[in-house]
């Protein structure tokens, strides 16, 4: 069949107007901003470091203890203390299968207790709260009446599992209540309500948030010795790592350039440093730098080849492209448009190498196949939603959402996100993928639903194929603030199950890639909470500039 590309007819090209990007590359090659002695940073914080440690070895309240791990988590500096903070929680955990009742009479320190010990995937039952329930099982006025511990019992709700109605019924009570005590708060608690109240400490990504708790730490005028070394420590380590970081995206934004996308491809996305930004959220440990360096590639292209499917390419050359990368052969692409030509060739190339970089530095034995195949399962998926588009075809919520999770980006940057966060340990571990999909199910899910809410309103004044609202609204006839509220309360609950996924004593093994995929619906709020952070790049600037180039 003779394709569109070779006939003489004219093809009239959609155009999305995105607006172009905001990050010149000669700033983003300018950085660090900040210069600093990078030996005077290591040596005190090593000595800091020190501090710490004898700190876990020093005989302390329960209590005592929970919050300086909490404090760690919050500054960005567990990852410092690993071992410390799983022997601490290990022997609270004994402690508390021993005597169940430890902390009972606390709702602060029982909800504090309860949420990191889950969090560091210690089982450990909802009933701990049931001493503050009335004997209705709804909770008690008269013994939750601390704000401090309202917080805290509204922030463990949030790792609750499907079931666990206490937990549920925890949320309810403890929202209502901050959210009528807020007007009288000042000060520290108002702010920590207003930033809880937004979105849960759960939800959140945990290097993003360094700096607003550093800054609630440092407001609060009861800061004592503890804290000060924490919060000093937290500042070196924020410098230094965010060097990394930035050396990181400098290279990143070399290869962007030397691939030469941008100015062949006008019609497409120019986003390197949100994708970068992506994979810096997904994993900020600076000894994971190939990791997110691979990310960041992957992502650029993945929007890119969006942008070609949604927007820009006939439906005759789309089926022609996905043909071509289910086939991975750079030498059969001569009946493609030249546009397409130009995107295989760097899709081809880029892939190829990055495969053999994880083998080189992972050990596995075949990468790439695996890279290949999910390319493929992603075009395919794309296709079926220009499909849809070209037919005035309006799916289901459930048809949609069976390739939504797909075209989402998620499955391809899932796959690649296993070999290059997890090291090889057998050969078993290569076909945890083809007999695991599913694990991935929810996380991508997530990321679609949120992007649809927060681009919905752009894509239908284009014209583009039916979001999650559209398919919904026609599927249930409602208007599109039902459609929304219903989005919305399927959200809610799909990171439920996620947490199900996380928390998992099953999870452990995988420890690394779980939590990669768990911090898939915190990127996608990061990214869709105030508008569309890869269409409208200054809804994310901020963010971008606090984490990335803003010295602390």
């Known amino acids: ?87 601490a929680l290990d022997s609270i955990a004994a402690s508390i299968k021993i005597n169940n009742h430890t902390l009972e009479e606390d709702l602060y320190a029982t909800a504090l207790c309860f949420r990191l010990l889950r969090l560091h995937g210690h089982e450990i039952s909802q009933d701990i709260f049931r001493g503050f329930t009335d004997g209705h099982g709804s909770f008690s006025t008269s013994k939750c009446r601390d704000i401090k511990g309202l917080i805290e019992l509204f922030e463990a709700s949030h790792v609750a599992l499907e079931g666990e109605n206490i937990l549920e019924e925890a949320k309810g009570f403890s929202n209502g209540i901050l959210r009528g005590a807020y007007s009288a708060l000042d000060g520290e608690l108002a702010a920590k309500v207003a930033h809880i109240l937004e979105l849960p400490t759960h939800w959140r990504l945990d290097w993003f948030q360094v700096k607003w708790h550093l800054k609630m730490y440092e407001r ?13 420590l937290a500042k070196l380590n924020f410098i230094m790592v965010q060097a990394t970081h930035q050396n990181e995206l400098k290279e990143v934004s070399r290869w962007w350039k030397n691939l030469g996308l941008v100015g062949k491809l006008n019609f497409a996305r120019d986003r390197v440093v949100e994708s970068f930004m992506t994979g810096l959220g997904l994993v ?75 083998q080189h530095e992972k050990g596995w034995n075949q990468v790439l196949p ?40 998620c499955l391809v940057l899932g796959v690649l996100s296993f070999f290059s966060i997890m090291n090889k340990v057998s050969d078993d571990m290569e076909h945890f993928l083809e007999k695991n999909q599913q694990i991935m199910h929810d996380p991508c899910t997530i990321v679609r639903l949120w992007n649809d809410l927060s681009t919905s309103k752009a894509e239908i004044e284009r014209g583009d194929a039916p979001s999650v609202i559209q398919c919904y609204m026609r599927e249930a006839n409602v208007s599109e603030e039902m459609a929304r509220n219903h989005i919305t309360d399927l959200i809610s609950k799909t990171l439920t199950k996620v947490n199900g996924l996380v928390l998992a004593p099953s999870a452990a093994s995988m420890k690394p890639f779980v939590n990669v995929l768990a911090n898939y619906p915190r990127v996608a709020y990061c990214f869709y909470q105030d508008g569309d952070g890869f269409g409208v790049q200054e809804d994310l600037k901020s963010k971008i500039v606090s984490v990335l180039i803003e010295p602390m």
């Open 220 to 232: 609060n005028k009861g800061i004592n010795s503890t804290t000060t070394i924490l919060c000093e």
């Open 284 to 358: 900020s440990d600076p000894k994971q730098s190939s990791y997110r360096k691979w990310f960041a590639k992957a992502i650029a292209l993945v929007i890119v080849i969006d942008d070609i499917y949604d927007v820009y390419g006939s439906l005759e050359e789309l089926q022609h492209f996905t043909d071509a990368v289910d086939r991975w052969d750079s030498m059969e692409i001569q009946h493609l448009p030249e546009y397409m030509k130009i995107f295989f060739q760097a899709l081809y190339d880029t892939i190829n190498e990055i495969a053999n970089e994880i």
């Open 370 to 409: 695996y890279l290949k195949k999910v390319w493929a399962d992603h075009t395919k998926a794309l296709l079926m939603e220009a499909k849809w588009y070209n037919e005035g075809y309006i799916p289901s919520l459930q048809e949609y959402l069976s390739i939504g999770w797909i075209t989402s980006g």
């Open 1 to 87: 069949m003779k394709s569109e590309a070779s006939s003489n007819t004219v093809l009239e090209r959609r155009s999305a107007n995105y607006k172009p990007n905001v990050w010149k590359y000669d700033f983003i090659q300018s950085l660090p901003v900040t210069i600093f002695d990078e030996e005077e940073h290591k040596n005190r914080a090593e000595k800091l470091k020190e501090e710490v440690k004898l700190m876990f070895g020093k005989s302390m309240e329960v209590l005592a203890k929970l919050e300086l791990i909490d404090i760690l988590m919050k500054l960005g500096l567990s990852i410092l203390f690993e071992k410390e903070i799983m022997e």
